[in-house]
């Protein structure tokens, strides 16, 4: 598995002309191997233009991205590796789907690898298997499929290229609960199987909590905060400034300890949720 750093990144678009904008500001991260990341921020904070520098989509107007060491903007470095390597699949990527069916639509960028049938097949197999779409829809058009189908197709199109690092640039937007939370307990589930590093951005709070191990909020192009998931919402003043919030448990323990229950406001999850109130509930004097 591959890292990824980012050092003294920034990007402007239109340089130089009236419409200037500076997008990313002084950008510094480490992306560790095997990391789950929530990337969070307002609508035009810079999480989309962050995401696309991560494979050299976009080139950064000044500073260094370097993968396993190398500058992916070095003349002699290998683009199309390092796009094998870290896969993006962009917010409704049901749209990039253009095969006859499922299975050739999967096939379509391992086959651009070079590599020779047979393997293309059984990547586009086992990456299928990986989101957990059944063999009976693997030669149906993939235009016939619900919306969460589409999406675990156009994500298994990326797995298939074996990526290092996934960049998942909202998947579950426009899915209902059920299809949001089949999607990501299936890649928590293959993140946890393979160690592959997941970028997850999201505007779902919940999901973020739920999920992730570090969250990096992005505020007008710079880095707001870089850290676990209870301390970077323990900040919930601060993020509702910028237009975010806490997950809603986090109201919820606030509330409580308000009212006199003695419990932990650093909870993100339901599941800690009620842990910590039966515990609080035990300590209360009958």
């Known amino acids: 598995m591959s890292s990824l750093i980012l050092d003294h990144v920034n990007y402007i ?36 233009t962050l995401v696309q520098h991560l494979n050299g989509l976009l080139a950064p107007s000044s500073g260094n991205i370097f993968f396993d060491g190398a500058d992916i903007h070095d003349s002699d470095f290998d683009k199309k590796r390092l796009r094998s390597k870290v896969g993006l699949v962009f917010q409704y990527p049901e749209h990039q789907l253009f095969e006859i069916d499922v299975f050739s639509d999967v096939c379509f960028g391992p086959k651009n690898l070079g590599l020779d049938r047979k393997e293309v097949e059984l990547r586009a197999y086992a990456a299928l298997k990986q989101v957990g779409l059944s063999d009976e829809y ?56 393979t160690g592959i590093t997941v970028i997850l951005v999201s505007h779902s709070m919940e999901d973020v909590a739920k999920y992730v191990s570090r969250i990096i909020v992005m505020n007008r192009g710079q880095i707001m905060f870089d850290d676990v998931p209870r301390e970077v919402f323990s900040h919930y003043k601060e993020l509702e400034s910028v237009g975010l919030a806490a997950p809603q448990v986090t109201y919820i323990m606030q509330a409580l300890k308000k009212s ?15 842990t910590e109130i039966l515990r609080a509930l035990k300590k209360e004097p009958s």
């Open 13 to 48: 678009y239109e340089a130089g002309t009236a419409m200037e904008f500076a997008a990313l500001k002084d950008i510094n991260l480490v992306i560790n191997k095997g990391e789950f990341i929530g990337l969070i921020g307002h609508t035009g904070s810079g999480k989309s």
């Open 138 to 193: 693997f030669y149906q058009s993939p235009f016939d499929l619900s919306g969460g189908q589409k999406r675990r197709v156009a994500i298994a199109g990326v797995l298939a290229m074996k990526p290092e690092i996934l960049v998942l640039d909202e998947p579950t937007a426009g899915l209902d609960p059920k299809g949001r939370d089949e999607i990501l307990d299936q890649i928590a589930k293959l993140r946890e199987e």
């Open 260 to 274: 006199g229950l003695d419990v932990d406001t650093d909870i993100t999850t339901i599941r800690e949720a009620k």
